[in-house]
């Protein structure tokens, strides 16, 4: 594995002070560490162990039986046939669906919770939203045998109430937040809360590519086997590189790690779909990059929503995995540089879409990932009938059953409609 | 020198901790905000602290983010902070605002530090910008003639201390627990420590704040740091008395008197 091919930029802006370090995991002018005081040795800590670590084959040889022994990792590439028909153009899926958990984020807890062992620390915390996170976290807690928290906001603890049970059958504590908006954002901030009183014990085992460094260089590098995985395997069953990549993007763990694998490839286009909600004019959406504005939040520099005094404003999306009003630095960076390209999709659309790959290929995605298919099939009315869409299907649909019933109307408040 | 830096070095010489006294602007309203600082000032407080309400403040315990909520709700606006810091100065008090660094990034750095100036502010503390990623604050605070005042805790490196340290001016923010905001029942035994530390790289005065809510705590910090910081028991003082801002102001000029004795007596 190779750590530092997408190595930020560690160029000091600086030049007033002399004596004031270079700042710390930059994209561009994106990233760096924008945290309280109390935590930047923790964090030098956590940076410095993970470094070590990803060079000791100890390590990556324990982690890499663990994502192969026990989350079905490598996940298989599918040629779906039947959606390219309907398409108009060749769409393969990685099935990250397939995993342990049913989605992506194993990978990166699963390194995150054994680098928590290998620092000897005995307790993990970490935020949820529609708790896909929380569940990945509960269940690395278990099998490594560590005490695990997980902040969730109250509204989505009531929104997700059968997550709220899995967790809790993992063995894992779910704390409600009540302050703020009670949902994500406000999970997140409840966490840091905690970490910085229990950083002496404690892991925080951040869920997406973003926060303050390294935590979205080291995420990247935890989910950057789905697009190592998927440029072997295309070239396997194609014979060539796919002519575009396509994922969600949310806070962008399973974006950034397709596309760390063809981030190199110039002809590949990489393409992140964002969740544009009710329509990105409505205002009601998560497309961060597509209409926010560069700021900080939780930790790092990037895109976020946000009024005009810099208030966090709340995000909308029907799928609770996007429902986020920032996104990881890198995929700021890449936007900025036009190295990947960034568009909405609507609920509607996403929808559309989570109903077309149900009958086409008898998959039921995750509504997050319904987003990439979204966007797949727009691209292949763009791109045409040569052209070959790789899309990353980071999750199963498993837990979105009930709120696709209601929007599809075969469900009216939980019972049959 | 800055106007707080004249203050704190006064009562160096007098041999007295100062006491800094913290509320965020538009708690319980704009009006009234302005109204808890002159109780305070009048009470004893020394240096008032003017917290910029924020969506989403991850330093900050629950006293504290009830009442920027409630600012928030309000529609409490960054001008509207300008204007508190204004009606503060007026006390006499050197006034700092506390923010988190988001909004003064969304309003312009530099054109933030000419409001702050303007309304007669002394400078910025920034409990999420680190010196290292400070560069464009530091230009402005140099060009505005603005203390930077950043913080320390007991998890920071030696060579952190120094390198921030270097970076601060007026005082440093000592934070004394490894936590939020909040009042405690005991001060952290960890601050003195942090303090000496402090004191071996450093001349500059060091303000210790987190958990301070009475007049025996504050003699107990007062003991080993120049400045005795203050925030979620005054705001307490306002949120206890519900709609009834005389009560409140006067349990804050009383609190005030209190925590003032406090570090009167703390040598």
Known sequence: MTLHDLAPADASTDGTTVDIPAALGHFGKFGGRFMPEALIAPLDELEAAWHEAMTDPAFTGELDRMLREYANVPSPMYDATRLSARAGARILLKREDLNHTGAHKIRNVLGQALLTKRMGKKRVIAETGAGQHGVASATAAAYLDLDCVVYMGEVDTERQALNVARMQMLGAEVVPVT?????????????????VANVESTAYLFGTAAGPHPFPSMVRDFTRGIGEESRRQV???????????????????????????FIDDADVTLYGFEAGGDGVESGRHAATITAGAIGVLHGTRSFLLQDEDGQTLESHSISAGLD????????AHLSDTGRAVYR?????EAMSAFDVLCKTEGIIPAIESAHAIAGALKLAEEMGPDATILVNLSGRGDKDVATAAEYFGLLKDGKPA | MSVLSERLAELRAENRPALVGY????????????????AMVDGGVDVVEVGLPYSDPVMDGPVIQAAAGQALAAGTRITDVFDVV??????????????YWNPVERFGVDRFAQHLADAGGSGLITPDLIPDEAAEWTTAAKAHDLDQIF??????????????????????YATSVMGVTGARGQTSNRAPELVSRLREVTDLPVGV?????????AAEVGAFADAVIVGSALIRCVLDAGDDLDRGLEAVHELAADLRAGVERAR
């Open chain 1, 179 to 195: 302050s703020g908006s009670r949902t994500l954002k406000d999970a997140i901030n409840e966490a840091i809360r905690d970490w």
């Open chain 1, 344 to 348: 909405p999709v609507t609920d509607d």
């Open chain 2, 209 to 217: 704040g987190l958990g301070v809510s009475n007049g025996d705590q």
């Open chain 2, 151 to 172: 913080l320390v805790a007991p998890s920071s490196t030696d060579s952190r201390l120094a390198m921030t340290t270097r970076a601060s001016s007026g005082f440093v």
């Open chain 1, 324 to 331: 986020y009003p920032g996104v990881g630095p890198e995929h």
């Open chain 2, 23 to 38: 509320l965020p602007a538009g708690f319980p309203t704009v009006e009234g905000s302005a109204r808890v600082i002159e």
């Open chain 1, 235 to 261: 070239l396997e069953m194609t014979g060539r590189l796919p002519d575009a990549v396509a994922a969600c993007v949310g806070g962008g763990s399973n974006a950034i790690g397709i596309f760390a694998g």
């Open chain 2, 86 to 99: 204004a009606a503060s100065a007026k006390t006499g008090a050197p006034t700092v605002v506390m923010t």
